[in-house]
């Protein structure tokens, strides 16, 4: 009777083959896989000194639930530029930074409530679910490319659903059962490994908008405010003091040509802004961001100037390498320490 | 559960290995098809689930009663009833909103300010094409033309069977109850030849049709206010090719599907660009509904048996219904009915070409004349309201300069348009050439690495056109 079939069974059976040997060539290469879990590199350094665990969901050093008088509690809002799952946990510029300011003397604790592909809406309802509990006094909010994808999606390539209200808080999908065939097939290496290949290729074929439109600019700048004024009534509704960081890129000048395996992994997450358009979408973005925060008198902690533009901190657009973690993380405990001890002083 | 989804690709073989299981019971073959087909069915939403039961449980019934009736009025009078079931159903679910804003949309122009009632139900997926299916069932039995079916198990499955349930094509009682009563034997060389034409379908919408509408044709609809001329023009050209590519790649699913269960389904396209008038074009577009519209609705309604006035009277009322039956909105109405123009026109030329001596006209202007009159009615297909019509209008008469679209994007619409016109005998050939003649492995090796071509490719999982109908 299997004489029948196979025809199937043999792609059925060399499918599962490959994607078997590509696991097995992911995971030792430090990738999270559908078989083989977590990623070796991401493990902590020791045993219950970092995160996310079932108790600590953040990805820095584990601090315990209940606040400690005279501990500053730093929540950074953010995603894969500060949770970077392929860099051991305590390179990340959000371990680092807590490690520089407590050399200083200064008592912090930081809960990295960072993940790969978040938005600022994704960082508000996670600010909603676990901030009450966690009670932080800072929220950091270091976010834009996923923001200015989600919004291009929209404004740019129209075909999703043109009335879609963007601007409000998604509710929580349902999660998936371990059984969905389509989520199972959207975490196999081969899938992931074909997207990526494939992706900017067909994105490529795609009209790509280079940022130069003034209606859907202006449509994008509303859009990319509305989400900044979220994450601050956010942190303002937990009694946090809510800061924002400037967005810094391995090469934030539209003109200036972009490596092609930069360019391609730009094309990876967004096929409908050309890598112009989308490097002015980041400038319009950290106008826009600007603008917010003296609007609603937030201070602005200046990383992009210290790191933008010097490709070699980057290993792409915009996810740094260890020495780019370092500097954002020396940046940010420069811009942090005066108002930390001002804090101090205060008795706050 | 599309075609082109990861469900399928898990719910197709153990489909088909329980089937094989089975082999030698066709009882149970046909329990396990049935289950599987309203488990494909429910995929999309349970409750659709009763719709296709009560039409079944009603036809059967009906079915039933009419064979076993001699008397002329009482048969017609069941006839009635499993039309107005299932036309009605089809008219709540699908057409009541429509009439109702229409019904509003007259009283305000006269005055009056009436709120017609609406309701918020789901339009269920593929009821157009359930509901011809099982009418032709009726007609037929009401005809005698088919003997009636006694199993309600077979009777049901010939109402829901999975491969071509929700888009066709649409098979006749009399062209599939047959198959379902004579048991069916599937062999390795049957499963070879469906699966590449499950592929050939896979490729067709996946390669083509979703990358056209991704590159060409979404970002030129959506944008026609603005969007140059070339790109709305290109746009519609590559409509034509997505929606075929689309459609006809959902028919070589169906068919492969089938065809790896033992069954045969008919033939949906059959190259229709290359067709050198309207009328023939309406032989190789969606066969299926054409023929279903020719038997059981132009020649009841007479035909070109009367005068001329009345011909043309039959055949504008096919096609604009025809048109209906795609959706309830004024531009598939306008689609239909600009296709009986153009057939009353083709008739009309016709008849003039017996009278005089056939102008000269080469076979390569006939087909390009014919393929852009057919071009104007994918435009009414296309947009979504008026308003859109007239935008792609003056977008295109106002001769905007520039270009968005990307010249690799042409190539494709260019090699979309080359593999259309590429003889059918050729593709045919190749197909079985690879099927019947390599060796199993390599087959099973080149379709998994065509699976992985197409989840590369597949931008985002994106339902077939015709689910909406």
């Known amino acids: ?348 | 559960m599309n075609f082109n989804s990861a469900e399928y690709l898990v719910f197709l073989p153990v489909v088909l290995l329980l089937h094989g299981l089975l082999a030698g019971r066709e009882r149970g073959r046909h329990w396990l098809l049935l289950a599987a087909s309203y488990l494909f069915y429910m995929s999309w939403d349970w409750q659709y689930a009763s719709l296709i039961a009560f039409s079944t449980f009603v036809d059967y019934g009906l079915g039933r009663a009419m064979a076993a009736s001699e008397d002329g009025r009482r048969r017609r009078a069941l006839l009635v009833a499993s039309l107005t079931t299932n036309l009605g159903l089809l008219a709540v679910f699908k057409y009541f909103n429509f009439f109702a804003d229409s019904a509003e949309s007259a009283l305000t122009w006269v005055g009056l300010d009436v709120e017609v009632p609406h309701h918020r139900l789901l339009l269920p997926v593929g009821i157009s094409f359930y509901t011809f299916q099982t009418l032709s069932y009726t007609i037929d039995l009401y005809r005698r033309q088919i003997e009636v079916e006694r199993s309600l198990t077979r009777f049901a499955l010939f109402v829901s069977f999975f491969p071509q349930l929700v888009a066709g094509p649409i098979v006749r009682a009399s062209e599939f109850l047959p198959q379902l009563s004579s048991p069916r034997t599937v062999r390795a060389e049957q499963v070879r030849r469906g699966v590449a034409r499950i592929f050939r379908g896979l490729l067709k919408k996946v390669l083509i049709a979703d990358l056209l509408a991704a590159t060409l044709v979404d970002p030129a609809f959506a944008n026609l206010e603005s969007a140059a001329s070339l790109d709305l023009v290109l746009g519609l050209y590559a409509y034509a090719f997505q929606i075929y590519a689309d459609f006809s790649g959902y028919s070589d699913i169906a068919i492969g599907t089938a065809l790896c269960l033992g069954y045969e389904l008919p033939e949906n396209f059959n190259r229709p660009y290359l067709s050198r008038n309207v009328r023939e074009f309406w032989t190789r577009w969606h066969i299926s509904l054409s023929s279903w519209l020719r038997d059981y609705l132009y020649i009841p309604l007479g035909g070109n048996r009367g005068s001329q006035r009345r011909t043309s009277f039959n055949l504008m009322t096919t096609m604009v219904l025809g048109g209906l039956w795609h959706g309830a909105a004024a531009n598939f109405l306008l689609w239909g009915a600009y296709h009986g123009l153009l057939l009353m026109f083709s008739r009309g030329a016709d008849r003039r070409a017996g009278e005089h001596a056939a102008p000269a006209r080469s076979v390569f202007l006939e087909r390009a004349i014919c393929f852009h009159l057919v071009l104007g009615g994918w435009l009414l297909f296309r947009v979504q309201s008026m308003g859109q019509l007239g935008d792609w209008i003056r977008g295109v008469s106002e001769m905007r300069p520039g270009m968005d679209a990307r010249p690799v994007a042409v190539l494709l619409l260019a090699i979309a348009a080359a593999l259309h016109f590429t003889p059918r005998g050729l593709v045919d050939r190749a197909q079985e050439r690879f099927s019947d003649g390599f060796p199993t492995p390599v087959q099973g090796a080149v379709y998994a690495a065509l699976v992985l071509l197409l989840c590369g490719a597949t931008l985002d999982t994106s339902a077939f056109i015709y689910f909406q109908f």
């Open chain 1, 1 to 348: 009777m299997l004489a029948r079939y196979a025809v199937i069974l043999w792609t059925l059976g060399l499918l599962a083959a490959g994607e078997f040997a590509l696991e097995l060539r992911a995971s030792a290469r430090g990738f999270r896989t559908l078989l083989f879990g977590a990623p070796v590199l991401a493990a902590p350094a020791s045993d219950g000194e970092f995160g996310p665990s079932s108790r600590f969901p953040f990805r820095s050093r584990i601090a315990p639930r209940e606040r400690r008088d005279g501990v500053t509690r730093i929540w950074i809002a953010s995603a894969s530029y500060a949770e970077h799952v392929r860099m051991p946990v305590e390179s990340i510029w959000p371990v680092l930074l807590q490690d520089e300011l407590k050399a200083r003397g200064l008592a912090v604790e930081v809960l990295n409530a960072s993940q790969a592909g978040w938005e600022m809406h994704r960082s508000v309802r996670t600010l909603r679910e676990l901030g009450e509990a966690w009670a932080p006094d800072l929220v950091l909010v270091y976010q834009m490319s996923n923001d200015l994808d989600r919004i291009a999606s929209a404004l740019v390539g129209r075909a999703v659903d043109p009335e879609a209200d963007l601007d409000a808080i998604p509710e929580p999908p349902a999660p998936p059962s371990d059984l969905d065939p389509t989520e199972v097939a959207r975490q196999t290496t081969a899938y992931e490994l074909m997207r990526s290949k494939f992706g900017p290729l067909v994105g490529d074929l795609r009209p790509q908008c280079d940022g130069r439109e003034p209606g859907i600019n202006a449509a994008a700048a509303a859009r990319i405010e509305a989400r900044f004024r979220g994450v601050i009534a956010c942190g303002r509704e937990l009694g946090a003091t809510p800061m924002l960081v400037s967005f810094a890129t391995a090469y934030p000048d539209p003109e200036q040509p972009l490596p092609p395996e930069f360019a391609a992994g730009l094309k990876r997450a967004n096929s409908l802004l050309s890598s112009e358009g989308w490097r002015r979408w980041v400038r319009l973005g950290d106008e826009c961001m600007r603008g917010v925060a003296e609007a609603e008198g937030v201070p602005v902690l200046e990383v992009a100037e210290v790191i933008d533009g010097r490709a070699e901190h980057f290993v792409d657009q915009y996810h740094f390498t260890a020495e780019g973690h370092r500097l954002v993380a020396t940046q940010l405990a420069d811009e942090l320490e005066p108002r930390l001890r001002a804090r101090a002083e205060a008795g706050r």
